[in-house]
């Protein structure tokens, strides 16, 4: 297995080495799981964007009505 470097801030390393401690699980499996899954978010999240600019490249678009609806919503 290759061995790299990285470089964890003092508070997050603390924080994660609480956590390992805590769960009783070593700090280099929970990194390599918290960075599977932010790598699968990212994935998941650019793929999308991709989907979204396909389809406005298209012109296919929300209509206002809907746009509208759904911004009311979240309005203060």
């Known amino acids: 297995m290759q061995v ?4 964890i801030q003092p508070e ?3 924080d994660l ?3 390992a401690e805590e769960i009783h699980r070593g700090e280099t499996e929970i990194l390599n799981e918290a960075l599977a899954a932010y790598l ?3 994935r998941r999240a650019i793929a999308r964007m991709r989907e979204g600019l396909a389809q406005a490249e298209k012109g296919e678009f ?6 509208e609806a759904f911004f009311s919503r979240y309005a203060d």
């Open 62 to 67: 929300v209509p206002d009505d809907q746009m």
């Open 4 to 7: 790299d470097t990285l470089e």
């Open 40 to 42: 699968a978010h990212e």
């Open 17 to 19: 080495h609480a956590l």
């Open 12 to 14: 997050i390393r603390a």
